[in-house]
């Protein structure tokens, strides 16, 4: 008996919750901006989902349960590295001393390592830039297309707050994205129209 629950259990995650092992992917990434850590935050949210089978209702929005556990997985990492104390490995402190003793230290700038690896993409790095909870409405509405009803559940927020939350979310990206959208040859055809009726 215990076998055939077993069986069901890997059936229903293999068919229902493993496809959304991509978006799950991009948005862990999205939110720790770590390759390592968004892989770490899908394999917890993995472990966790299939505990916790037996409280998920096959046929339902996998792909909604999913985020929300991520989305819970993602605070608690945050809240503990919050309050582990900052620890540097001994051997990456030797091998620093070792360059520094041979006057080999090259400059390390952080923005040119962010724009190289981002190639240009300023609207990923608008969306980065944003607060973690404007972030997370803005991915989960406008690249997951998650319903509000879906967000506010994900989320854990009145659907008045997730509507204020995207608004004020899509208004950030609009000021961050105006000279870049200038430079693409794009134009603000409201500003046009009320200048002609002047």
């Known amino acids: 008996m215990p076998k055939t629950n077993r ?5 229903i ?4 919750l493993l496809p959304n092992v991509d978006s799950l992917h991009t948005f862990a990434y999205h939110l720790a901006f770590n390759e390592d850590d968004a892989k ?3 394999q917890e949210t ?19 349960w999913l985020f929300k556990i991520l989305k819970n997985a993602y605070i ?3 809240r503990k590295k919050i309050r582990r104390p900052i620890t540097v490995d001994y051997e990456d402190y030797l091998g620093y001393q070792e360059l520094e003793e041979q006057g080999n230290v090259d400059f390390f700038d952080l923005r040119v390592e962010i724009f190289d690896n981002l190639m240009g ?3 990923t790095f608008a969306v980065n830039s944003l607060p973690v909870d404007f972030r997370a409405v803005i991915l989960l509405c406008d690249i997951e297309n998650f319903t509000y009803e879906e967000i506010s559940k994900i989320i854990d927020v009145p659907i008045g707050t997730v509507r204020s939350r995207l608004h004020r979310a899509r208004n950030m990206l609009k000021e961050k994205l105006a000279n870049y959208a200038r430079d693409m040859g794009y134009q603000d055809k409201r500003s046009n129209t009320s200048k002609e009726e002047e």
């Open 13 to 16: 995650f293999e068919k229902e």
């Open 7 to 11: 069986s069901k259990k890997e059936i």
């Open 76 to 78: 608690n990492q945050y």
């Open 121 to 123: 993409d300023e609207v």
């Open 46 to 64: 993995f472990m966790k989902a299939f505990k916790a089978l037996d409280s998920y209702e096959p046929g339902t929005n996998a792909k909604a």
């Open 40 to 42: 770490d935050l899908v």
